[in-house]
T-cell receptor, first 110, second 117 residues
Framework: SQQGEEDPQALSIQEGENATMNCSYKTSINNLQWYRQNSGRGLVHLILIRSNEREKHSGRLRVTLDTSKKSSSLLITASRAADTASYFCATGGGGGKLIFGQGTELSVKP | DAGVIQSPRHEVTEMGQEVTLRCKPISGHDYLFWYRQTMMRGLELLIYFNNNVPIDDSGMPEDRFSAKMPNASFSTLKIQPSEPRDSAVYFC???????????????FGQGTRLTVV
């Protein structure tokens, strides 16, 4: 069963623009993670934010978490063509369970 | 470490045949996950293990699916008999719980693309 729902399902932008993806979830979590998947490949971990954190940065990535609204956002600044991929949020809950959302397909045009 | 290793990378089989997918997690990781990815249903968690013990298999679609983890370095996902609707990419992932029981980042294998004809 899916825990997270991502919005939008697809996003197309020009190189240099910022890309924002949102994730909503339903149950309480220990942490929320974002992953990237290039076509035909496995998922790669980008960033993890704990439930007691509100914002986290890693390079051009900025993640926010609002546990009261059960939502998170991933911002990619100054996007590049190489950022073209699908992006997934995953919620880490009790017992080690890791559930993924449906993903956002990002296309960055040069 | 070579990362999570899955085999085979591609499998084409006829309906009714038994299919076995294999996974070698990263050494030292105590969690292992099996996921199935399709266009229609996205990335579904099928089953996960902690210290070789199945913790939650509620995502396993039917009794035709079974998974084992006989030791810390090997897991299998078996489908018997296989059906065309089982066609999907199956991913194995592993992670560790060093941070007080919370998940840390999960490392994924390259996946097995299964086609049942």
């Amino acid at each position: 069963s899916q825990q997270g729902e991502e919005d939008p399902q697809a996003l197309s932008i020009q190189e240099g623009e910022n890309a924002t993806m949102n994730c909503s979830y339903k149950t309480s979590i220990n942490n929320l993670q974002w992953y990237r998947q290039n076509s035909g490949r496995g998922l790669v971990h980008l960033i993890l934010i704990r439930s007691n954190e509100r914002e986290k940065h890693s390079g051009r990535l900025r993640v926010t978490l609002d546990t009261s609204k059960k939502s998170s956002s991933l911002l990619i600044t100054a996007s590049r063509a190489a950022d073209t991929a699908s992006y997934f949020c995953a919620t880490g809950g009790g017992g080690g369970k890791l559930i993924f959302g449906q993903g956002t397909e990002l296309s960055v045009k040069p | 470490d070579a990362g999570v290793i899955q085999s085979p990378r591609h499998e084409v089989t006829e309906m009714g045949q038994e299919v076995t997918l294999r996974c070698k997690p990263i050494s030292g990781h105590d969690y292992l996950f099996w996921y199935r990815q399709t266009m229609m249903r996205g990335l579904e968690l099928l089953i996960y293990f902690n210290n070789n013990v199945p913790i939650d298999d509620s995502g396993m679609p039917e009794d035709r699916f079974s998974a084992k983890m006989p030791n810390a370095s090997f897991s299998t996902l078996k489908i018997q008999p296989s059906e065309p609707r089982d066609s999907a990419v199956y991913f194995c992932a592993s992670t560790s719980s060093l941070w007080g029981g919370w998940n840390t980042e999960a490392f994924f294998g390259q996946g097995t693309r299964l086609t049942v004809v």
